[in-house]
């Protein structure tokens, strides 16, 4: 496999995933439509270790990581597909534009990394104006768009508190073993909530809605994870902390596109400052080290 291909690869899932999610819920209920999704993807993985001959470890260092990924594939996705029902698709990969933030923010303060410095900072404040731009104008995107705004920002914090979780408790552990771990301890999870919330398997479930749910459990929960670590051991972390950059602005066209969404202009505006800051927070740095040394050359 290129990693040209398989960057582009990543870019394509993420971006159509937040729509997926979308559709997905669509006539079952986001509950069926998530837990469907994720046993699909289980499977799928589980199949891949045991044809690949990985072995998934059960002792209770696995265990802890299996629990630190649940956080991210339970919590972060079970409060995403709640909040992907009442915001545009395209604002929900926007809002997870900020994870590289949050990650930075509580690595700083859990795990003790020096990389949050002020420019670091000044980009999180420009990606939190634009969050605010955003909340401010929530009326402009319906009733219950705080409600989503909401629950897609507390998915964001789980999803970015369970990987600098999994970056401290998954140290060395294969990346396929402990995607399939965190999916099996997951899949209980799902279950009990839909089982207790919404008991009801649907009457019908429409054809675009199967499609997202199996679409989501194959590339999003199984091909984009692979495709990403392929990309991520291959290419400097620059290159690949670009992918949080590109997909927000692809995911709002193609739910312009395909769903027919209108995002208002404060809420593009709030999403131009929230990629701003991103870009900010991740070439900032850079971008000023290049300034300097071309004042001091023309000096």
């Known amino acids: 496999m290129s990693v040209p291909a398989a960057y582009l690869g990543v870019i394509l899932i993420w971006s159509t995933t937040p729509l997926a999610v979308k559709w997905s819920g669509d006539g079952p209920g ?3 439509g998530a837990t469907g999704r994720m046993l699909i993807g289980a499977m799928l993985c589980a199949l891949i270790a045991w044809m690949s001959r990985i072995r998934i470890p ?3 260092q696995a265990l802890h990581a299996y629990a630190a990924a649940a956080v991210g594939i339970y919590g972060a996705m079970a ?5 992907a029902q009442f915001i545009p698709s395209g604002l929900v990969s926007v809002m997870f534009g900020l994870s590289p933030i949050m990650v930075g923010a509580m690595a700083a303060g ?11 900072m000044a980009g999180s404040l420009i990606g939190i104006s634009g969050l605010a731009l955003i909340f401010g104008g929530n009326q402009h995107l319906g009733t219950q768009a705080g409600v989503g705004l909401l629950a897609v920002l507390a998915s964001v914090f789980l999803h ?5 979780w999994v970056k401290r408790a998954g140290d060395g552990m294969n990346a396929l073993a402990l995607t399939t771990g965190g999916l099996l301890v997951s899949l209980p999870c799902y279950f009990a909530t839909w089982l207790v919330i919404d008991p009801h398997w649907p009457t019908a479930i429409p054809l675009r809605a199967l499609g997202s749910i199996v679409y989501l459990g194959i590339l999003g929960s199984g091909v984009g994870f692979v495709l990403y670590y392929f990309v991520l051991r291959r290419i400097e972390a620059g290159r690949a902390a670009l992918i949080p950059l590109i997909t927000p602005v692809m995911a709002l066209m193609i739910g312009h596109w395909l769903n027919g969404e209108v995002v208002g202009a404060r809420a593009l505006t709030g999403a131009g400052l929230i990629l701003s800051g991103l870009l900010f927070y991740e070439l900032g740095e850079k971008m000023i ?9 023309e000096t």
């Open 30 to 32: 986001f509950l069926f």
């Open 58 to 60: 059960w002792h209770r």
């Open 79 to 83: 409060c995403v597909y709640f909040g």
């Open 110 to 120: 859990w795990l003790g990394e020096k990389s949050f410095t002020p420019v670091r």
């Open 160 to 164: 970015s508190a369970s990987a600098v």
């Open 289 to 297: 080290g290049l300034t300097g040394r071309s004042q001091r050359q």
